[in-house]
């Protein structure tokens, strides 16, 4: 069992939470959130016939009143970077938590995960932002924490990536 | 030959001059350490017996140079040194105050009563002074168990989000507390009741450490030589954690030396406690000997006291129940023992006896029975030189009832009646006289009896049946005479005739069969009368 610490980023009320809250094995209580920033969940993975755990650092959002410590950072194999289709601004707090990610642990295999995929007809983010995306050579995964659209595929993905990257 | 003649003249002269030379390998000589050091441990080997040598020279040449040297490594572990054995000795102190005073004790028992787990158990559990259940090398940037060990029993679920959330919350407190703490300094303790979580930092990795019961701080010096040995050792391997454990196997035993255990000690009893305790025990034993053997003297005298006694026979005592038994023969005449029990003190609830019921041949009941039988103050029994002696007056009567009553009783033996008297009884004298008074008077030739010589005849058998009660050796004979002047042959005949009737009168009414005679004087007395005569038959002794 080779072991992973994944950071998940993202704005407040982004769906970070509920985005893996259905597919994690979770021990600790969401106060941890509001009290220490972080809670600690556990998604296990096998891939290429070995398996991984992913310990996922379920980071508190960014905000103006919380920022993100950065050394609940340090230490991470791979991050997701989460933001709200429905909420523009969390693309630009995004922006600010890559470039967080970059100063304090250099350049690590990630995903961004534009969630609430769900209700599309509802979403600020248009094909301008999109292209904004594509042109920084992201990977891109259109994420929804209610129906469970692209979850699994997401953990499979960063965990090969930050496997290839090694 | 690739080289030119100059160059071949320039390598020459570098080994010919040997500053030329030495300038020359200084340029490559780093580089070629680094790439040695990289390939194996042989430049290691080489060196280090050099260097040790080299550190051992100076300090015996110039010991201040290594002391200025060391000194900013060596205070700040001196004065942490000393603050941990002050505080080691200071929660010695607590320790011994709270034991002294059992509130450890009564802390358990309260413990026990709220959560429902047995005294013995708890106890048991303290028993240990502490141990180690559960150690964790943990990746000190990722939060991941590099490796773990523990002791049989203790199993932990999810111990790497367990550990990461731990390594958040130590980041979460330097954060919250940058201001109030030393650099280096970190949450190293974390009390849950009676379980400790102990964190040492090491550069790449926290050795975390579940210690169940108290654990001492004189303790942490030895987790921190174990946590620098690991680092010493495996410090890269560390640093470029993989994520596997399996790759860090040949940690386990170092983890395992963590594992300690230590048995609470045995606390020295107060000898004050020891002697108070033998003390009251001694009193105690003592009290219980003085009451046991006060109470057996008591009941031996009781026994003895009933040895003594006339009319009884102890056959056997016992004790049971606390009840004390005696068990024997009891004189029938004989009723309560309750006077004993009381004058030697004894409880008579506690006295228990079994008796069996006999006749005492001894003198005093022999002598209280015969005065229950003869009841009367002219009869005396006394009991001198191993002789009964009967003395007293007694009529015919008792006379005989005394001398029948010794011979039913064969067991008394040597009894003496010979001063047992007779009395003369004045109503048979009287009864005599009466009787010998009534004469039966006839007119000439009549042999048959009157109305008046019927009642006199009458008087005269009553009171001679009277008199037989008293007398039984005694008689009665009506004695009459002839005529001897006139016709001695016709007188004799009425006189027989008279006496024939009178015999007849008396044998209808009454029952005296030899008793009664009756005689024919030839002596010429008083004629036409017969004379009623009592004559008594035997003489009395």
New interface residues.
């Given amino acids: ?5 994944i950071c998940v980023l993202g704005a407040y009320s982004v769906g970070k939470t509920s985005l893996i809250q259905r597919y994690v ?1 979770s ?2 209580s969401d106060k ?1 959130h509001t009290t ?3 809670k ?3 998604k296990d993975i096998r891939l290429h016939s070995r398996d991984y ?1 992913l ?1 996922l ?1 379920d980071i508190n959002g960014e905000d103006e009143y919380q920022h993100v ?1 950065k ?2 950072l ?4 791979g991050y997701f970077l989460v933001i709200d289709g429905t909420r523009r601004e969390t693309y630009d707090v995004v922006l600010e938590l890559k470039k967080l990610v970059d100063e304090t642990i250099g350049d690590k295999p990630f995903l961004l995960l534009i969630n609430k995929s769900d209700i599309m007809d509802e979403w600020e983010i248009d094909s301008i932002l999109l292209m904004d995306m594509r042109k920084r050579n992201w990977d891109i995964m259109f994420t929804s924490a209610k129906s469970g659209m692209n979850v699994e595929e997401a953990f499979r993905k960063l965990a090969a990536k930050i496997v290839e990257n090694e | 030959m690739g080289l030119e003649t100059g160059e071949l003249l320039s390598l020459r002269s570098w080994l010919r001059e040997p500053e030329k030379f030495s300038a020359a390998i200084a340029g490559v000589l780093p580089s070629a350490i680094r790439q040695r050091m990289e390939q194996d441990k042989e430049l290691e080997k080489t060196l280090l017996p050099l260097i040790e040598q080299i550190i051992l020279a100076s300090v015996r040449k110039r010991p201040e140079v290594m002391a200025d040297a060391l000194y900013p490594v060596m205070a700040p572990a001196i004065r942490k040194s000393i603050s941990m054995a002050i505080r080691s000795m200071l929660e010695r102190i607590n320790n011994t105050l709270e034991n002294t005073f059992s509130v450890e004790l009564l802390r358990l028992r309260l413990k026990a009563l709220f959560t429902g787990k047995s005294y013995a158990e708890l106890v048991l559990a303290r028993s240990h002074f502490f141990s180690v259940k559960h150690v964790f090398l943990i990746h000190k940037e990722t939060g991941l168990v590099i490796q773990q060990a523990h002791d049989a029993q203790a199993t932990f679920e999810d111990v790497d989000m367990m550990t990461a959330m731990l390594t958040a919350i130590q980041d979460f407190v330097k954060d919250v507390f940058s201001g109030d703490i030393q650099q280096g300094d970190a949450l190293d303790t974390i009390k849950i009741q009676d379980l400790n979580v102990w964190i040492e930092e090491g550069a790449s990795a926290l050795l975390v450490l579940v210690v169940e019961g108290y654990i001492p701080e004189s303790y942490r010096p030895e987790f921190e030589r174990i946590l620098e040995e690991i680092h010493l050792h495996f410090g890269e391997k560390l640093r470029h954690f993989s994520g596997n454990e399996d790759d860090y196997q040949m940690l386990v035993p170092y983890l395992e030396q963590c594992l300690l255990k230590e048995k609470k000690k045995k606390k020295k009893k107060s000898p004050w406690k020891l002697i108070v305790l033998a003390v009251i025990l001694a009193v105690l034993a003592g009290s219980f000997l003085f009451f046991r053997i006060r109470e057996n003297r008591r009941y031996e005298r009781l026994v003895e006291q009933l040895k003594e006694s006339p009319g009884v026979v102890i056959t056997d005592t016992w004790e049971s129940g606390g009840h004390f038994h005696i068990a024997g023969l009891k004189d029938v005449s004989l009723h309560s023992f309750g006077k004993y029990a009381t004058a030697q003190h004894i409880d008579s609830s506690l006295l228990v006896f079994h008796w069996k019921p006999y006749v005492s041949v001894e003198p005093p009941f022999v002598l209280k029975r015969f005065r229950k039988q003869f009841p009367v103050k002219d009869i005396r029994l006394s009991f001198r030189q191993g002789s009964y002696i009967v003395s007293g007056a007694v009529n015919r009567q008792q006379y005989d009832a005394i001398k029948d009553y010794f011979e039913m009783h064969p067991e008394i033996e040597k009894v003496d009646v010979s001063q047992l008297k007779i009395k003369q009884n004045i109503d048979f004298d009287k009864a005599k006289r009466k009787i010998e008074s009534l004469t039966l008077r006839y007119k000439i030739n009549v042999t048959d009896l009157n109305e008046e010589q019927k009642d006199r005849l009458n008087i005269i058998c009553n009171t001679f049946v009277y008199m037989l009660k008293w007398q039984k050796e005694v008689k009665l004979i009506f004695v009459t005479y002839g005529n001897e002047k006139q016709n001695v042959g016709g007188n004799s005949v009425i006189a027989r005739r008279r006496l024939a009737e009178i015999a007849k009168y008396v044998a209808e009414n009454y029952n005296f069969g030899d008793a009664v005679q009756y005689e024919l004087s030839e002596e010429v007395e008083k004629n036409r009368t017969v004379f009623p005569i009592v004559q008594i038959t035997k003489k009395e002794n």
Avoid: L
């Fill in positions: 069992m080779v072991k992973k610490k094995k021990i600790f941890y220490i920033g972080v600690i969940d556990q755990r310990i650092w410590k050394n609940y340090i230490g991470a194999s």
